[in-house]
């Protein structure tokens, strides 16, 4: 009929997702993730890549160990996918996948459990950098 319907641009494998997809291929341009703490779901979409309004636990580790650059550090990925894996059943209403809801639900969502997990094992790690370097002294 010649009109374009709202889920024909942003539904799954609407053209928003087809552009996005395809400029993120090219590398003409540094990728901007969306900072987790300010927008969890600016994040959420972004890692949402098929517009299908769910992220699995595989897809949640990847965007992790993305956004905050942990693919060097096997011991912080390991922590990060059995903790992952541990809190995933009471997030997941069943389907698999983590939606939207589950992810931002304010202080009990995926995310901010997660930026909390991670915030706890970074200010662990810094704990014991920084004893070993006092018995270094």
Not at 60 to 69: A, C, E, G, H, P
């Amino acid at each position: 009929d010649g009109q374009i319907e709202y889920h024909d641009l942003v539904g799954p494998n609407g053209l928003f997702y087809y552009v996005r997809k395809m400029y993120r291929k090219s590398g003409s341009a540094k990728q901007f993730i969306p900072d987790i703490h300010r927008s969890k779901e600016a994040w959420f979409r972004y890692w949402d890549e098929d517009g299908s309004g769910g992220l699995s636990c595989e897809e949640v580790l990847r965007s992790m160990v993305k956004t905050f650059n942990l693919s060097s550090d096997q011991q912080t990925l390991t922590g990060l996918r059995n903790s992952l894996a541990a809190m995933w059943p009471f997030f997941d209403d069943g389907s698999g996948e983590i939606n939207m809801d589950e992810f931002c639900r304010p202080d009990v969502g995926l995310g901010d459990t997660l930026i909390l997990n991670l915030k706890l094992n970074v200010d662990q790690e810094t704990r014991e950098r920084e004893a070993r370097e006092r018995e270094v002294r």
